[in-house]
C-alpha cells in the first residue's frame, strides 16, 4: 500500500464458518461451492488433485499458494473454462459439470481474470454494457424493432453509470479503455462483472500490475462486495492483502490444498512455510520485514539483527574504493625477456606463435619453381 494513503476503517470479519477441526476439507456451515475429487491432468503431470473443498458463503476467501500450486487451473475449472479429468463440484447447491462458462456466469458465479480482458477500442462505458445479461436487443428479431428493447438499454446505461460512478471511472466512461492504467482496468472488470448482479465473484490476482495509489481502492471495493451480501474469492500472492480482508484461507500446492483456516491461523502453520519457502522455518517473515505488526521471538530478533549487519557489511562494501590490489600485477621488463614469463597481453600471441611453429614443422616442404640460389652458386664455381 502507498505510504501516503491513510489505513481504511476495519470491518469486521466473518467467523464461525466451519464445522469441527480446522484441516484441509473441513466441511463448512454454509458452503456455496462444494468440489469433490477434482482432478486435472496435463500429459503427466497432475495441476490439480482436489479431494474435497468448500468454500463459505457471505465471505472473502483467499486462495493462496505458490506458483504453479494449481490455483488459476481451479479458477478454470470452477468457472467451466476448462474440463477436469475426473470429479464434481457444485455451485449453489446445481450441479456445474460440463456446464460451459457462459451459463455458469448466468446462474450468478462471474470472474475477473489476472490479465484484463477489457475490450480496447470500445469506450468504458460499452464495456460495462456488455455484461448486462439478456439484452433484447441481442436476437435477430427483437433487434430490427428498436422499440421492443430502448427502454431495457436505457436502464443498462444508468445501472452501468452508477457503478462508473461508484468505481471512480465516470469521468473516463467516452474513453476508449485501452487508454486506461492497469489499475483502472481492474476496476472496470470489477465494475462490469457486477453488471449481472452476481452472488459469487472470483478475482484472479486482482493486485497484480495495480499502481500502489489504486491499491487502497480495490481492497475497499472488495470488501464493499461482502457488506452488498456476495460472497468473494479470490487469488492473491500479497500476504498483507490477504490477512487484511480475508475471512478464510485456502492453502494449494502442487495442486493439492495442504491447509486452510482463518488468516492467522494459516499463516503459522507449518505446511504453508513449507509450501513458500521449501524449509523449516518457525518465524513469521511478515513480521520480520515489519510488514505485519507482533511481535519477535528469540529466533526472529537474531534474523533481524543478522539482516541489519548484512545491509551494513554491503552498504560499507559500496563505499570502500577499490583497493589496487584487484588491478593485474606487473611484470618487469628484465623478466618479461626471459624465456617462459609474458605479460598477460603477450601470452596469446606467444601461445599462437608456438602452435604456428609447431604446424610448419609437421606440414610436408611444398615444392617450388624458384631455382636455388645456393646450389646455382656451388655449380657456377
Known amino acids: 500500500m502507498s505510504a501516503d494513503v491513510a489505513p481504511p476503517t476495519p470491518r469486521p470479519k466473518s467467523t464461525g464458518l466451519h464445522k469441527g477441526e480446522i484441516r484441509p476439507g473441513v466441511e463448512k456451515v454454509d458452503p456455496i461451492i462444494v468440489a469433490d475429487g477434482v482432478k486435472r491432468v496435463f500429459g503427466g503431470l497432475t ?17 493462496i499458494g505458490p506458483n504453479g500450486a494449481g490455483k488459476t487451473t481451479l479458477f478454470n475449472l470452477l468457472t467451466g473454462f476448462d474440463k477436469p479429468n475426473e470429479g464434481d463440484w457444485s455451485f ?13 456466469a448466468r446462474m450468478g458465479q462471474v470472474r475477473t481474470f489476472q490479465l484484463t480482458k477489457s475490450l480496447g477500442l470500445l469506450t468504458v462505458l460499452e464495456n460495462m454494457k456488455l ?6 436487443g441481442e436476437t435477430i428479431w427483437r433487434g430490427i424493432l428498436p422499440f421492443l428493447w430502448k427502454r431495457q438499454e436505457a436502464q443498462i446505461e444508468e445501472k452501468a453509470r452508477g457503478l462508473l460512478e461508484r468505481f471512480k471511472l465516470d469521468a473516463k466512461e467516452k474513453d476508449f479503455a485501452a487508454s486506461l492504467s492497469g489499475g483502472q482496468r481492474k476496476l472496470l472488470e470489477m465494475a462490469r462483472a457486477l453488471m449481472s448482479d452476481p452472488t459469487l465473484v472470483m478475482l484472479d ?6 499502481n500502489p495509489a489504486l491499491t487502497q481502492s480495490l481492497l475497499d471495493h472488495i470488501l464493499d462486495l461482502k457488506d452488498l451480501g456476495m460472497t468473494v474469492l479470490f487469488v492473491e ?20 490444498v495442504v491447509a486452510e483456516g482463518p488468516p492467522d491461523t494459516v499463516m503459522k502453520e507449518q505446511a504453508v512455510i513449507d509450501a513458500y519457502l521449501g524449509a523449516h522455518q518457525d518465524v513469521d517473515l511478515g513480521v520480520v520485514t515489519g510488514r505485519y505488526e507482533g511481535e519477535l521471538t528469540a529466533e526472529g530478533e537474531g534474523l533481524a539483527a543478522q539482516a541489519h ?6 552498504e560499507a562494501d559500496a563505499a570502500t574504493p577499490a583497493s589496487d590490489e584487484t588491478s593485474a600485477p606487473e611484470v618487469p621488463a628484465s623478466d618479461a625477456s626471459q624465456p617462459g614469463i609474458a605479460t598477460d597481453a603477450a601470452a596469446p600471441v606467444s601461445r599462437r606463435s608456438a602452435a604456428a611453429e609447431r604446424a610448419a614443422a609437421s606440414a610436408p616442404a611444398e615444392p617450388t619453381d624458384a ?5 646455382s652458386t656451388e655449380e657456377n664455381k
Request: proline share 7%.
Open 47 to 63: 495441476a490439480v488433485d482436489v479431494d474435497h473443498l468448500e468454500i463459505p458463503r457471505n465471505a472473502i476467501t483467499a486462495l
Open 92 to 104: 449453489d447447491g446445481q450441479n456445474l459439470a460440463g456446464i460451459p462458462a457462459f451459463k455458469t
Open 131 to 136: 455484461g448486462a445479461p439478456g439484452q433484447g
Open 205 to 210: 490476482e486482482p493486485m497484480a500490475g495495480v
Open 237 to 256: 500472492h500479497d500476504m498483507h492483502m490477504v490477512r487484511h480482508i480475508a475471512d478464510w484461507v485456502v492453502v494449494m500446492a502442487e495442486g493439492k
Open 309 to 314: 549487519e548484512l545491509q551494513e557489511a554491503v
Open 371 to 375: 631455382p636455388d640460389s645456393t646450389h
